[in-house]
């Protein structure tokens, strides 16, 4: 299941001597708060974890080596906005 994706917002980000701006996708979470579309892992500030865009990730109890995940795609959860 993939939430709505409700817009962009502009981020800026490191880039040789400064910054440059990256467009990221903004979606809404089934509990109504915004979550920026970051990375490979995107956990809203009720728990849930949706992957860059926008679907639904099984809970993380049942991540593991049988489902393809690594320690990195685990420890880069957790980017979230509130709004």
């Known amino acids: 299941m993939a939430i709505e994706i409700i817009g962009e917002c502009e981020d800026h980000i490191p880039s040789g001597w400064g910054y440059r ?9 089934v509990c109504g708060k915004e979550i920026q579309l970051l ?3 995107n956990t ?9 865009s926008g679907c639904l990730l099984a809970p993380r109890s049942q991540w593991g080596e049988e489902t393809g ?3 990195i795609d685990v420890l880069s959860a957790g980017h ?3 709004t």
Not at 21 to 29: Q, S, Y
Not at 44 to 52: F, L, S, T
Request: glycine share 8%; charged share 35%.
């Open 39 to 41: 990375k490979f892992t």
């Open 44 to 52: 809203c500030v009720c728990g849930r974890d949706y992957n860059i």
């Open 80 to 82: 979230h906005i509130e």
């Open 21 to 29: 701006a990256v467009k990221r996708k903004l979606g809404r979470c």
């Open 69 to 71: 995940e690594i320690d």
